[in-house]
Every structure is written in C-alpha cells, then in structure tokens.
C-alpha cells in the first residue's frame, strides 16, 4: 500500500496574503510589489494561481483544474501538489 506524504490533505499551501499580493500578467509573468522579485509561470500556473488568490482549498483548486483542462484527478493532484511545492520555493527566495 503506498501512503503519499504529498497528498493534498498533507499540502502546505503558500501564505495567503503572499499569494494575494502577487501582479499575475496575462504572458505568465509574477511580480511582488511588496519585494520587487519576479519569477514567471505557464497558462496552468497561473489558473492555479488565481485559484488560490481566491481562497481555493487544493481539493477545489484541484476539481477546477480537472473540469477546465480536462485531465483525469491523479494528473490534477500530482500536477498541483508539484506546482504548489515550487511556487513555496519561489516565495521563500523572495521572503529571503
């Protein structure tokens, strides 16, 4: 049986008011106002951005990817729980 550490009910999610001050620009683009840093992102980084702007829990952030893209819900979770690490990481190089 294979218990996932990395399952969205175990998934820390990045600080809200972080998330909530981010400038997301239609190319993908990422700029904190508040420390100057930037990073970019693809079309479903930025949906799932949004998303978690908007108070998303990852379960409806999750059943939001799957009805827009059209991927099953293991894609939806494993594709989400990598984003989420990553935008974390970046958010922690911008709080340093």
Same mark, same amino acid.
């Given at each position: %049986? ?5 399952s969205l009910?175990?998934?820390? !999610?990045p #600080?809200?008011l972080a998330?909530?001050? !981010?400038?997301?620009?239609e190319?993908?683009?990422? =700029? #904190? ?5 930037? =990073?970019s992102?693809?079309?479903t980084? %930025? =949906? ?6 908007n ?5 409806q952030v ?6 827009s893209y059209?991927?099953?819900?293991? #894609?939806?979770?494993r594709? !989400?729980?990598? =984003?989420?690490?990553?935008?974390r990481?970046? !958010? $922690?190089?911008?709080? $340093?």
């Amino acid at each position: %049986m294979h218990n996932d550490a990395n399952s969205l009910e175990n998934i820390e !999610l990045p #600080d809200l008011l972080a998330l909530k001050r !981010l400038a997301i620009s239609e190319s993908g683009f990422i =700029f #904190d106002p508040e420390t100057g840093h930037s =990073f970019s992102v693809n079309e479903t980084g %930025m =949906f799932i951005l949004k998303e978690l702007q908007n108070n998303q829990n990852p379960s409806q952030v999750q059943q939001a990817i799957v009805n827009s893209y059209e991927i099953s819900n293991r #894609d939806a979770e494993r594709d !989400l729980i990598e =984003f989420i690490g990553l935008l974390r990481k970046q !958010l $922690q190089g911008i709080q $340093q």
